[in-house]
């Protein structure tokens, strides 16, 4: 039998193949193990909390505050453990105004360092914009315990101890520990923004409002981004009659804080003491639009149509103000009970505007409520005696007055009371 002659073996093929092999253990021992598995998701970098940290500072040094306060947040969920990022996002809470959550991350930097004086410092000012005052001052001392020479302590401290004196639960030397306080700030750390803000608060409280306004300028030159140290320029701008000047700074703080009411309602009152009754009405509109459920806005704005003669206007207004009612959202406003101050304003402010509507039934009970309610309020004793006035002259000769309060404006004290020069309570 013949025999099969074998081929010859090709060597290119048997390198081939060895370079087959070679790859298959290639791929199998390095690429796909580096290779993520299908269809999962691929796990994103983690970023530094420092990052976020200098981010925040810099949108703080541009005043963009809520930016700022999420890069914070994202600082604190990356780690949660680092107690200054509580207190920084706290200061920041507060110059927004949001008080209860400035207060509760200033609480978890002090779950994190119990002795961080800072952190009890933030703590008490946010305390004291939720008017627990007691709470407030008792957390600031203790800060100050901590570390004698806090002097943003010292000026959050003379800021609580005029809130204190505004709110009427001071005693007689707690407007002295304020300045002392205050001074001590100053002296501690002259170049801060928050020991010239406390010394222009105290100043203003003390009714020295020409020192004010330069405490609040110094503060405002080292941080021109807070709304409420403007809206205090504006407050002492008025009070020295520097109308144009107190209607710009009002402006500047609607502009950092648009939701506010307050800038809208201090312009409509500036413009209302210099006789500009339409603007002034204008603007005490829109403070409503900004709150609709507040009754101290509705009486302001009841205030400003009867100083303009629009008794109609007023009365509707004025009535949503002390008697409650209904907002246009159809949010339930509730009214004021009758107390001193710019509340005595607003009822016999009503009273007087009922009266010469000839709507005397109502005036005369408004004007006895008056006179038995707020009877050491001399203004508002003249105003419910002048209510009475009104009426007796309607009951004899209601046509002549009716005109005559419909046509020319009348001197009386409603429209004569000076503005209060401290921050207004509402």
């Known amino acids: 039998m013949q025999k099969r002659r074998r081929k010859r073996s090709n060597p290119w093929r048997i390198i081939a193949l ?7 253990l290639y791929v199998n021992q390095v690429i796909v193990p580096a290779t993520p598995p299908l269809f999962i998701p691929t796990p994103t970098a983690t970023r530094a909390p420092e990052s976020f940290v200098n981010e925040a500072e810099l949108l703080m040094e541009e005043g963009k505050f809520s930016q700022a306060i999420t890069a914070y947040r994202e600082a604190i969920k990356v780690d949660p453990n680092n107690p200054s990022n ?4 706290s200061k920041l809470l507060v110059y927004t105004a949001n008080y209860e959550e400035a207060e509760t991350n200033a609480a978890n930097a002090l779950l994190l360092n119990p002795n961080n004086s800072m952190a009890y410092a933030v703590r008490g000012w946010a305390l004291a914009f939720l008017e627990d005052y007691l709470g407030a001052e008792a957390a600031i001392r203790h800060a100050i315990e901590l570390d004698p020479n806090n002097a943003i302590a010292y000026a959050y401290l003379a800021e609580v101890l005029v809130y204190q004196s505004q709110a009427g639960i001071g005693t007689i030397g707690t407007l002295d ?3 002392e306080a205050s001074r001590i700030a100053v002296n501690l750390a002259p170049s801060y923004y928050e020991t010239h803000r406390a010394r222009g608060f105290v ?5 020295n409002y020409e020192e004010a306004v330069e405490a609040f300028e110094a503060a405002n030159a080292i941080n021109s981004d807070i709304a409420d140290i403007h809206l205090a320029l504006g407050r002492n701008y008025r009070i020295l009659q520097q109308y144009d000047i107190a209607v710009e700074e009002f ?3 609607n502009a950092l804080n648009p939701t506010d009411p307050l800038p809208d309602t201090y312009i409509s009152r500036t413009y209302a003491t210099i006789g500009e009754f339409a603007k002034a009405i204008q603007f005490a509109e829109q403070a409503i639009k900004d709150t609709p459920t507040d009754p101290f806005l509705y009486g302001n704005l009841g205030v400003m149509n009867y100083r303009n003669r629009e008794y109609n206007n007023a009365i509707d207004a004025l009535r949503i103000s002390v008697q409650g009612g209904v907002s246009e959202e159809g949010e339930t406003i509730e009214g004021l009970s009758l107390d001193y101050g710019r509340v005595a304003e607003y009822y016999y402010t009503f009273g007087l505007a009922l009266a010469k509507m000839g709507q005397c039934g109502e005036a005369l009970q408004i004007s006895q409520m008056l006179m038995q309610g707020v009877q050491n309020d001399d203004i508002a004793v003249f105003n419910a005696e002048e209510i009475v006035a009104i009426c007796l002259e309607f009951s004899q000769d209601p046509d002549k007055l009716k005109s005559l309060y419909t046509s020319t404006p009348t001197p009386d004290a409603a429209s004569e009371t000076e503005e209060t020069p401290t921050p207004e309570p509402e």
């Open 18 to 24: 060895f370079l087959l092999v070679g790859a298959a």
């Open 86 to 89: 509580y207190v920084t996002l």
């Open 177 to 179: 520990k304020a300045v």
């Open 203 to 207: 100043l203003e409280q003390t009714g």
């Open 251 to 253: 402006n500047r703080a």
